[in-house]
């Protein structure tokens, strides 16, 4: 089906996930299908479900992460995703599980031992490993990618930009509950007083929206301020960067661009979020 795609000229969309499929990933799907019909060329839309050990680190999730491939399946089908692939660990990494490691991999560089990379050692190699091995076999035009998981989306573009793999990265807005909570398959691990406490994430980057206008310090301040009142929230990191997760100067001109990205635990469940920022202009 795909190579009868391209040979008509078409443009193949893709929307790489692990499963366990919820509101936001079908976002994804039709921003994908969005973006494959925007010039006039409609193609497939092909969506892939693995759960992919290599960006698992000791200690985590990887065994009771959430395997539901019969509704993942109906969701891809609501959504008119033309083809699911979900292949097996052994079909990714031949010679598994005797050969963890494949001997070719890709070195995500200095922006993969920051934030997340610095709480989750080796998680951004085996993220762009896979994904450097899914756009090998989908060959896609254009891939979509969530802006909640913000670090991976900027590192999935390096990955394009400096492989030259040619493909369309789009980062696609957070899908949130009604009470702002960002979508996660994570936020099922958390109890009724975890999810009530779980909010306060997103409350404190809206306070730091909110006060962006008078600089990154005040903002960080203000998102400070919301999360302690989560008595249950216990921080990992909140910082403001530039859009490209790098630091920001000592002194920005109004109007500057900036993301605030914020992780902590409610338990044992480890959620993450952000927002941009534009420091010294309006909220």
């Known amino acids: 089906m795909l190579a009868r795609a391209r040979a008509a000229g078409e ?18 799907m039709r921003t994908a299908r969005e973006r494959v019909a925007g010039d006039g060329r409609s193609g497939p839309v092909v969506a892939s ?10 200690g985590e999730d990887l065994d009771r992460y959430p395997r539901t491939l019969d509704a993942d399946l ?9 083809i699911v692939f979900a292949p097996s660990v052994e079909e990714v990494y031949p010679g598994w599980p005797e050969q963890r490691e494949p001997q070719v991999t890709v070195e995500p560089g200095p922006l993969a031992d920051v934030l997340e990379g610095r709480s989750r050692p080796g998680h951004f190699r085996g993220m762009l490993v896979v994904v450097a091995k899914l756009f090998g076999l989908v060959r896609p035009d254009l891939a979509v990618f969530g802006q909640k998981d ?25 899908v949130r509950e009604p009470d702002g909570l960002a979508l996660s398959s994570r936020n099922r691990y958390l109890d009724a007083d975890q999810r009530i406490e779980a909010v306060y994430l997103h409350r404190a980057l809206r306070e730091a929206q909110e006060n962006a206008r ?15 009142l989560g008595k249950g929230v216990d921080l990992d990191y909140l910082v403001v960067t530039t859009p490209e997760l790098t630091e920001l100067p ?34």
């Open 11 to 28: 443009r193949v969309g893709f929307v790489p996930t692990m499963g366990a499929l919820h509101e936001g990933h079908a976002s994804l």
């Open 49 to 58: 479900v693995f759960v992919n050990p290599l960006q698992f680190g000791a």
């Open 74 to 82: 109906e969701l891809c089908a609501r959504e008119g995703v033309d």
């Open 150 to 174: 913000y670090q991976q989306l900027v590192l999935v573009r390096q990955l394009v930009a400096d492989l030259c793999l040619g493909v369309d990265v789009v980062g696609a807005a957070t």
């Open 214 to 228: 008078y600089g990154a310090a005040v903002a960080l301040d203000a998102a400070r301020a919301e999360l302690r």
């Open 250 to 283: 000592a002194d920005v001109p109004p109007g500057t661009e900036a993301r605030i990205l914020v992780a902590a635990r409610l338990g044992t469940t480890r959620l993450i979020d952000n927002l941009p920022l534009t420091l010294g202009g309006p909220p």
